[in-house]
């Protein structure tokens, strides 16, 4: 990756791991009353020139706003800890989705991963996979199922926009180009 840059809600263990790495790191949005006003087209701007090609967003629990949507058309996803459209949307974060899957009476979970719009969870699905539900499950013990396949899952999908290996159907739904067979798409 030739450049990289952290956007982080509030100053945490992950934005000093990124400073020791030397990654720069923006806090945003900024907490009300901080120094200096930081916009969402200043982020923009700052995303420009750190050279950022691609948005990740992993637990990042705001809005990202239209001016960071429309500079990144098609360059942020996000990955959510339920098979989408189910148990997504706004209140939909971290352990409420496990407790609301549980408490369903699913018999399946498991991360997706899909393109940033406007809304919470309402873009392209571009990635999933599957893990049982079972029956004694506690929400921490399906979280800890889902994330173990949220961690293979983002990496295989970082490399296929890396490596410009997904396409667009017709219809607008994202696949990815297998690495082994050109001629899979999933
Ligand atoms: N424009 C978009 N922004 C974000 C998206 C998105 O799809 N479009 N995904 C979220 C991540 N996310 C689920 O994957 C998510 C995060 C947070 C919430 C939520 O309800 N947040 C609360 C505030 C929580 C807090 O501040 O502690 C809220 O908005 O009331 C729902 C879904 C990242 N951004
Ligand atoms: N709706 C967004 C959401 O729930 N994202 C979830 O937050 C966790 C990462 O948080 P962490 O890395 O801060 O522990 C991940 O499980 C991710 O799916």
Partial sequence: MDSAC???LSDCGG????????????????????QEVFSAEDLVIALRSYRVD???LAGYLKLIPVELIKAYRKAIVNIHPSLLPAFG???Y?????????????ARYSGPTIHY???EYDTGRILAQRVVPVLAKDTAEELAARVLDEEHKLYVAVC??????RISWR????????SKQDPNDYR
Avoid: T, W
């Fill in 93 to 105: 974060y971290g352990m409420k989705v496990h407790k609301a899957v549980i408490a369903s009476g």
């Fill in 54 to 56: 691609f948005i990740l």
């Fill in 170 to 177: 017709e219809d607008g739904v994202p696949l990815i180009q």
């Fill in 89 to 91: 949307g706004k209140g």
């Fill in 159 to 164: 490399a296929a926009l890396c490596e410009e």
């Fill in 6 to 8: 952290l956007i982080m």
């Fill in 15 to 34: 934005a000093e791991f990124a400073r020791d790495k030397g990654i720069p790191v923006i806090l945003f949005p900024r907490r009300k009353g901080a």
């Fill in 116 to 118: 940033v719009d406007e």
